[in-house]
């Protein structure tokens, strides 16, 4: 797929590899992500490779050790941290532990003129540097092109060859010209075309979905969120009405949520049908109070309401699924060996046997940000795209104990204030992700003269990037005032609001 314009990204196993890959395709150029432990095919079909940084010491006996032959000197090649330490230790350099461990800021000095790699880029701007081990001495042929205070050869090229290798890390934002750098190396050393733009997606992956679908019909499940939207749009300008949307409504998604997103979508011109299965999911969740077992309940009913959809539509042979690069990349543990982690809430692997579907994924080779660029670039509403995160299992992880009906009303009116309170006041897109939870507590309260003893909600809101740390926002105190005011006064049942303001780790998002 793309291959006129493929970087290579070997992964090391660095907790930075996926940012990598993301800077190189913010300069518009394709790139792939592969575990170094796993033999490439078609390397001919890159026109560079980058090598990732690692957890691992190139001095330790069990560090990756790939075999670089058929790329060093025949590809143009960077190195960074991790890949950098490789290229000097293999190739008749030395790297040694440092007597200063250099973690975080530092500046460059002594950038040598007229190097590709550092064109436009100033002495004593900024880098990030993450490593305990150093490079002593330049590897064959080496030729250093800067320095930091404490590390002498910060970068340095091989004579005679496209090899290039930096010490810091490029693609973390601290390190000012990064995305320069790396745009040297590409665009200039490397001379790859930067046409990996969303339109371009858009159109070669628009043919290749006619190309592999023709006149096949296709099933998706719709779930109100960026990805399964941007997924459905592609295949709709694909195959048409040959794409069957299905909208499952499990009685705990937003308040209103189903009947206008349901209405978005025809108005998109999607051939979708909205069912609502919501006292089907209520049923199985009587009385389960364990989060698991919930996500299990919900996961399951969802299964069987998608294949009973499923079934009434006639000859379909594929499935479809939103699915998006961060799940699909393999990861590098720490401890050696590939370990594919895959994290239980994502569809990875999720199709039923008795579906038997073949499976198609549009966006299986982008990551988020790019899924919203594409949706944005095919013309999808910006409060579509812009829409935070909601978990599949919706409001039953988020009202703690046992799921009823009047719980899910409640926690509905909660929640509609807080989101409309966060757009009202301009704060919604400042906010990674925003929800209520209800708490199985009662609290004493008094409204007019009389005592009540009603239920107690949590509000939450973070600020992260994937969801994988996240911290609590600051918001105003004056619109957490008059949201607890709103919530107390209009939602019956609740007497108390408390806000969330644990980081991620050590508590997770949700509640549950
Ligand atoms: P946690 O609570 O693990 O949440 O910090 C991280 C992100 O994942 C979402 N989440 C889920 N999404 N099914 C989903 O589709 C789930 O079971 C699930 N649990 C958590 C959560 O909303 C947050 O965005």
Redesign the pocket.
């Known amino acids: 797929m793309h291959m006129q314009n493929n970087v290579l990204i070997l992964d090391f196993g660095s907790q930075y590899t996926q940012l990598i890959a993301r800077r190189v395709r913010e300069l518009n150029i394709y790139c792939e992500i592969h575990p170094f432990n796993k033999s490439i095919k078609n390397i001919d079909n890159y026109k560079a490779v980058i090598l990732s940084g690692s957890p691992f010491s190139v001095r330790a006996e069990d560090a990756p050790h790939p075999d670089l032959s058929k790329i060093k000197t025949k590809k143009p090649l960077l190195g960074v941290c991790y890949g950098a330490q490789y290229l000097s230790h293999h190739y008749g350099g030395k790297v040694e532990p440092s007597n200063i461990r250099e973690y975080g800021r530092a500046n460059l000095s002594e950038i040598s003129e007229n190097e590709l790699l550092f064109e436009g880029i100033e002495n004593g701007s900024q880098v990030w540097m993450s490593h305990s081990d150093t490079i002593t001495k330049l590897p064959e042929n080496g030729v250093r092109l800067a320095s930091t205070k404490d590390v002498t050869n910060a970068a340095y090229r091989i004579q005679g060859e496209d090899t290039y290798a930096i010490q810091f890390h490029p693609e973390v934002y601290h390190t000012t010209y990064g995305k320069n750098m790396l745009e040297n190396f590409l665009v200039k050393i490397a001379k790859i075309e930067q046409t990996w733009t969303p339109a371009a997606f858009v159109d070669t992956t628009v043919a290749e979905l006619k190309e592999k679908l023709g006149n096949d019909k296709v099933i998706l499940g719709l779930s109100g969120g960026v990805d399964s939207t941007v997924a459905a749009v592609l295949l709709h300008k694909a195959i048409g009405k040959n794409l069957y949307c299905i909208f499952v409504n499990n009685g705990l998604l937003r308040k209103n949520e189903f009947q206008n997103v349901l209405d978005q979508y025809e108005d998109m011109g999607l051939n979708v049908k909205g069912v609502d299965s919501s006292n089907r999911f209520l049923d199985a969740l009587k009385g389960i109070v364990d989060p698991e077992l919930k996500?299990k309940a919900i996961g399951r009913v969802f299964i069987e309401v998608f294949d009973d959809e499923a079934h009434l539509v006639e000859d379909v042979h594929w499935l479809a699924q939103g699915t998006i690069y961060p799940d699909v990349i393999e990861s590098v543990s720490a401890t050696g060996g590939p370990s594919a982690t895959i994290k239980s809430?994502h569809n990875v692997g999720g199709l039923p046997d008795f579906m038997k579907l073949k499976v198609v994924e549009p966006l299986r080779m982008i990551f988020k940000d790019e899924v919203r660029r594409v949706g944005a670039q095919m013309g999808i509403a910006t409060d579509l795209l812009g829409r935070h995160?909601?978990?599949?299992?919706g409001l039953g992880?988020r009202i703690l104990g046992a799921i009823t009906a009047e719980k899910v009303k409640v926690l509905q009116e909660v929640d509609a204030i807080f989101i409309d309170g966060l757009k009202k006041w301009n704060l919604y897109n400042q906010v990674w992700?925003a929800g209520a939870m209800l708490l199985p507590v009662n609290s004493v309260g008094v409204m007019g003269d009389e005592r009540t003893y009603e239920k107690v909600v949590a509000l939450r809101a973070v600020e992260s990037t994937d969801?994988m740390t996240?911290d609590w926002v600051n918001l105003p105190y004056k619109f957490l005032q008059e949201t607890s005011n709103l919530i107390i006064n209009r939602v019956k049942g609740v007497n108390r609001v408390v806000y969330d303001i644990s980081s991620?780790p050590p508590a997770?998002?949700?509640w549950e």
């Not at 995160?389 to 299992?393: L, Q």
């Open positions: 996500r809430h995160p909601f978990p599949g299992p992880i992700q969801g996240a991620k997770t998002i949700e």
